[in-house]
């Protein structure tokens, strides 16, 4: 008897023994993803006559025992136990997020609190993030990039150019300062957080400078009345307007010129003069090229040259030589003094010794004839009697090959002293 009373006793003390109402009130936190469905669990004995409520994050009642009081669907009460009181919440959003509480007003007022948070995927703000930019080379550049999320998402830069990122810092904010040419492309912004997906936005930045003109053949030649396309090639942004100069004119298309402008890419484009024909003094010249935009003007220059040709005629007697000369621009000819020694008839003989008994054959040209002529060692006697010429024997072809007059005269003078003495 006595062992039951303590019995009885103990009891009295449990939760929920002897009529006494118990509710577990340990707070908790809950997380669920955005669009899924989550139950927030509350356990109540004892309850009697009293009634167990749900009261949402503004604190505005949902369920009175098992009576709904909100008319969102997406709220129900659900009961697998006589003691369970669990509020499920389907397609859940982020402005369920808040404290939730289960709570017994009779005879005394017990809560249990639950912490519901929503974990959203990140969002990028377009309403306070910045827009594709045109800055001018040189410039400070200042992107913005704002994102919500729960948790609170973190932002990453890159830089994107072609198939390449190129990681660039962390923030809602990115700062280039002195941009360059070369730094125009997507910068791109990636927000992420604990849920996915992550989200990202790219930022589209246009650096703009004066145009320049590159010319990879500045001289050309062709022959008068023959076509010639002229290029240069032209980098700048925006894009430049284009023409081509001579003589202080644009050149418009007509039946002699056709200028074509081929854009190769969003900066580069090349500027080709297609002239269908060349004839002088107008068709030959400097030709310009003008590339212009609000930064600037770029002006480069091809020269078109003439091929002539230039025929020389000299006559030397009896040989007549022509030269046929191919020249650019300057004109060149050969002067009529310069003849190749090879066009010349030959007017020498050459001489060889023989013996007497041998003739030479002579050797004639187109200009003139020459005797052969025989050599010997025979020398004249000097003899007695009055002055008289000697004849070689070596020159019976030529009766007029005696001895020279002044030899002669030396003669008679060297014989008169003789016979004097």
């Given at each position: 008897?006595?062992?039951?009373?303590?019995?009885?006793?103990w009891?009295?003390?449990?939760?929920?023994t002897?009529?006494?109402?118990?509710?577990?009130?340990?707070?908790?936190?809950?997380?669920?993803k955005?669009?899924g469905?989550t139950t927030?669990?509350c356990?109540?004995e004892?309850?009697g006559?009293?009634?167990?409520?749900?009261?949402?994050?503004?604190n505005?009642?949902?369920?009175?025992?098992?009576?709904?009081?909100?008319?969102?669907?997406?709220?129900?009460?659900?009961?697998?136990?006589s003691?369970?009181?669990?509020?499920?919440?389907?397609?859940?959003?982020?402005g369920d997020?808040?404290?939730?509480?289960?709570?017994?007003r009779?005879?005394?007022t017990l809560?249990k609190?639950i912490?519901?948070?929503?974990?959203?995927?990140?969002r990028?703000?377009?309403?306070?993030?910045?827009e594709?930019?045109?800055?001018?080379?040189?410039?400070?550049?200042?992107?913005?990039?704002?994102?919500?999320?729960?948790?609170?998402p973190?932002?990453?830069?890159?830089?994107v150019k072609?198939?390449?990122?190129t990681?660039?810092?962390t923030?809602?904010?990115?700062?280039i300062?002195?941009i360059s040419?070369?730094e125009s492309?997507?910068?791109?912004?990636?927000?992420?957080?604990?849920?996915?997906?992550s989200?990202?936005?790219?930022?589209k930045?246009?650096?703009?400078?004066?145009?320049?003109?590159?010319?990879k053949?500045?001289?050309?030649?062709?022959?008068?009345?023959?076509?010639?396309?002229l290029?240069?090639s032209?980098?700048?942004?925006?894009?430049?307007?284009y023409?081509?100069?001579?003589?202080?004119?644009?050149?418009?298309?007509?039946?002699?010129?056709?200028?074509?402008?081929i854009q190769?890419?969003?900066?580069?484009?090349?500027?080709?003069?297609?002239?269908?024909?060349?004839e002088?003094?107008?068709?030959?010249?400097?030709?310009?090229?003008?590339?212009?935009?609000?930064?600037?003007?770029?002006i480069?220059?091809?020269?078109?040259?003439e091929?002539?040709t230039?025929?020389?005629?000299?006559?030397?007697?009896p040989t007549?030589?022509s030269?046929?000369?191919?020249?650019?621009?300057?004109?060149?000819?050969?002067?009529?003094?310069?003849?190749s020694?090879?066009?010349?008839?030959?007017?020498?003989?050459?001489?060889?010794q023989?013996?007497?008994?041998?003739?030479?054959?002579?050797t004639?040209?187109?200009?003139?004839?020459?005797?052969?002529?025989?050599?010997?060692?025979?020398?004249?006697?000097?003899t007695?009697?009055?002055g008289?010429?000697?004849?070689?024997?070596?020159?019976?072809g030529?009766?007029?090959?005696?001895?020279?007059f002044?030899?002669?005269?030396?003669?008679?003078?060297?014989l008169?002293i003789?016979?004097?003495?």
């Amino acid at each position: 008897m006595f062992s039951g009373i303590i019995l009885i006793s103990w009891l009295c003390f449990l939760p929920g023994t002897c009529g006494q109402i118990w509710m577990d009130m340990t707070p908790i936190k809950q997380l669920v993803k955005a669009g899924g469905s989550t139950t927030l669990a509350c356990t109540v004995e004892n309850l009697g006559n009293s009634h167990v409520m749900w009261f949402g994050p503004r604190n505005d009642l949902l369920f009175r025992g098992e009576d709904p009081i909100i008319s969102d669907v997406r709220f129900s009460l659900k009961r697998p136990y006589s003691n369970s009181w669990y509020l499920v919440i389907k397609n859940v959003k982020i402005g369920d997020s808040g404290v939730y509480k289960c709570q017994v007003r009779y005879p005394t007022t017990l809560t249990k609190n639950i912490t519901l948070q929503v974990q959203v995927a990140p969002r990028i703000l377009p309403s306070s993030s910045s827009e594709d930019q045109h800055v001018q080379e040189g410039s400070e550049v200042n992107i913005t990039c704002e994102a919500t999320g729960f948790p609170e998402p973190k932002i990453m830069w890159h830089f994107v150019k072609g198939n390449t990122e190129t990681q660039l810092d962390t923030g809602p904010h990115l700062s280039i300062s002195n941009i360059s040419r070369e730094e125009s492309g997507i910068y791109r912004c990636t927000a992420y957080n604990t849920v996915t997906p992550s989200a990202t936005q790219d930022f589209k930045v246009d650096v703009e400078y004066a145009p320049i003109i590159i010319v990879k053949t500045p001289e050309l030649s062709q022959k008068s009345g023959r076509s010639a396309v002229l290029e240069c090639s032209v980098v700048g942004f925006p894009k430049p307007k284009y023409n081509w100069k001579k003589d202080n004119k644009i050149l418009v298309r007509d039946w002699n010129y056709e200028p074509q402008n081929i854009q190769q890419n969003s900066t580069t484009t090349v500027m080709n003069l297609l002239i269908k024909q060349a004839e002088p003094p107008s068709g030959f010249g400097v030709y310009y090229c003008v590339a212009e935009n609000k930064y600037g003007e770029a002006i480069g220059n091809v020269t078109l040259h003439e091929i002539t040709t230039t025929t020389t005629t000299t006559t030397v007697s009896p040989t007549t030589t022509s030269t046929t000369t191919e020249s650019t621009t300057t004109l060149s000819t050969v002067p009529s003094t310069q003849i190749s020694t090879s066009s010349l008839p030959s007017t020498s003989t050459q001489k060889s010794q023989t013996s007497p008994s041998q003739t030479q054959s002579p050797t004639t040209s187109k200009s003139s004839t020459v005797s052969p002529r025989t050599t010997s060692s025979y020398r004249p006697l000097v003899t007695s009697g009055p002055g008289y010429e000697i004849n070689l024997p070596g020159d019976q072809g030529n009766s007029s090959a005696g001895v020279t007059f002044p030899s002669r005269t030396i003669f008679i003078l060297v014989l008169t002293i003789f016979l004097t003495f």
